[in-house]
């Protein structure tokens, strides 16, 4: 009986996967003509996300559940990923449809630089919330800047996710060669904070947005023990690499922290390939705004997402499936 339900579970899964990728039931491809904002057939999209305490991962879920909560017959799934970059390498790949990403991240992707070596064939559906790049200490190590993490071990995020992307950046501004001024740990963001709390890390990078579970619960239970940086005189470096980048504030009722945290802020977009079908990307946009307030009851970063700014995503490109959906969802009533 134990073999038989470990194979029926097996076969679930690759089924659930395959849905994501290759099965007949997968979104198709863009051929051209009107967008009708309709899915006629069953259709199943997968939705890269990000950690598991992060804030991509409770938003997506949540974005699954409304899209299938729609009505329609587009159906998602989201999956536990290591973020932007290989949220955007796998959209590419037709591993997933959609991706979260940061706008720096995607910036590279469509130019072809940083973690690129081409340009990726994307389209934004918006821009989403805004990511804050939180930097924390161990209060006892010793460090006051980035400058002062030679020699640490320091977490620089995921590997291929956009908060390895700003750490490095970030500590080569600082004038540190990631790869031997520091004791990198490429750690998801639950090994992270355990990391710091139990004192095998004295450093961490992490991008996202407000607030982060993660950072809550190493915020809460590590009270005293742990503190902010304020990174913001690496801005104007920051800035040569990417425009993107600019000063924001983690105000102090967030996490609880003695005052507001100054820090740089990025932009999130979600992201698709440039072919996917155009009803499918409309369906998928229009749920985005439809059911917002859904989605702020999974995470309070949803709030941001606005009509306002929903086509900054510069300089990738709107799908244009997202385009239909947003000048319908802005036509006067």
């Given at each position: 009986?134990?073999?038989?339900?470990?194979?029926?579970?097996?076969?679930?899964?690759?089924?659930?996967?395959?849905?994501?990728?290759?099965?007949?039931?997968?979104?198709?491809?863009?051929?051209?003509?009107?967008?009708?904002?309709?899915?006629?057939?069953?259709?199943?999209?997968?939705?890269?996300?990000?950690?598991?305490?992060?804030?991509?991962?409770?938003?997506g879920?949540?974005?699954?559940?409304?899209?299938?909560?729609?009505?329609?017959?587009?159906?998602?799934?989201?999956?536990?990923?290591?973020?932007?970059?290989q949220?955007?390498?796998?959209?590419?790949a037709?591993?997933?449809?959609?991706?979260?990403?940061?706008?720096?991240?995607?910036?590279?992707?469509?130019?072809?630089?940083?973690?690129?070596?081409?340009k990726?064939?994307?389209?934004?559906?918006?821009?989403?919330?805004?990511?804050?790049?939180?930097?924390?200490?161990?209060?006892?190590?010793?460090?006051?800047?980035?400058?002062?993490?030679?020699?640490?071990?320091?977490?620089?995020?995921?590997?291929?996710?956009?908060t390895?992307?700003?750490?490095?950046?970030?500590?080569?501004?600082?004038?540190?060669?990631?790869?031997?001024?520091?004791?990198?740990?490429?750690?998801?963001?639950?090994?992270?904070?355990?990391?710091?709390?139990?004192?095998?890390?004295?450093?961490?990078?992490?991008?996202?947005?407000?607030?982060?579970?993660?950072?809550?619960?190493?915020?809460?239970?590590?009270a005293?023990?742990?503190?902010?940086?304020?990174?913001?005189?690496?801005?104007?470096?920051?800035?040569?690499?990417?425009?993107?980048?600019e000063?924001?504030?983690?105000?102090?009722?967030?996490y609880?922290?003695?005052?507001?945290?100054?820090?740089?802020?990025?932009?999130?977009?979600?992201?698709?390939?440039?072919?996917?079908?155009?009803?499918?990307?409309?369906?998928?946009?229009?749920?985005?705004?439809?059911?917002?307030?859904?989605?702020?009851?999974?995470?309070?970063?949803a709030?941001?997402?606005?009509?306002?700014?929903?086509?900054?995503?510069d300089?990738?490109?709107?799908?244009?499936?997202?385009?239909?959906a947003?000048?319908?969802?802005?036509?006067?009533?």
């Amino acid at each position: 009986m134990r073999r038989t339900a470990s194979a029926v579970a097996a076969l679930v899964l690759v089924g659930g996967l395959a849905s994501c990728g290759g099965r007949q039931d997968a979104a198709s491809t863009d051929a051209g003509g009107a967008v009708t904002c309709e899915v006629d057939q069953e259709t199943r999209v997968g939705i890269a996300t990000g950690n598991a305490t992060g804030v991509y991962f409770a938003l997506g879920n949540a974005y699954a559940e409304q899209i299938g909560a729609a009505g329609g017959k587009l159906k998602a799934t989201a999956a536990e990923t290591g973020a932007s970059v290989q949220n955007i390498q796998q959209v590419v790949a037709g591993t997933y449809n959609v991706a979260f990403a940061l706008a720096d991240t995607a910036a590279d992707a469509i130019n072809g630089t940083g973690s690129f070596t081409s340009k990726q064939p994307i389209a934004a559906l918006a821009r989403i919330h805004t990511n804050y790049t939180h930097v924390i200490v161990r209060s006892g190590a010793g460090i006051k800047d980035v400058a002062g993490m030679r020699g640490k071990r320091v977490s620089t995020g995921s590997p291929k996710s956009g908060t390895e992307v700003i750490a490095n950046r970030m500590l080569t501004a600082a004038g540190l060669d990631p790869a031997k001024d520091i004791s990198a740990q490429k750690l998801d963001l639950t090994k992270t904070v355990d990391g710091l709390k139990n004192g095998s890390i004295d450093a961490m990078f992490w991008s996202g947005g407000l607030p982060t579970p993660g950072i809550t619960d190493l915020l809460t239970t590590a009270a005293g023990k742990v503190e902010f940086l304020d990174v913001t005189p690496l801005l104007p470096d920051l800035q040569k690499i990417n425009p993107v980048y600019e000063a924001g504030t983690v105000p102090a009722a967030t996490y609880r922290t003695p005052a507001d945290v100054p820090t740089v802020i990025v932009p999130n977009f979600l992201l698709v390939r440039d072919d996917l079908d155009p009803d499918v990307a409309c369906v998928l946009t229009r749920v985005l705004f439809d059911h917002k307030a859904q989605l702020e009851q999974a995470n309070a970063a949803a709030k941001e997402i606005s009509l306002d700014t929903a086509r900054k995503t510069d300089p990738v490109p709107l799908h244009r499936g997202a385009v239909k959906a947003l000048d319908d969802l802005n036509a006067p009533k």
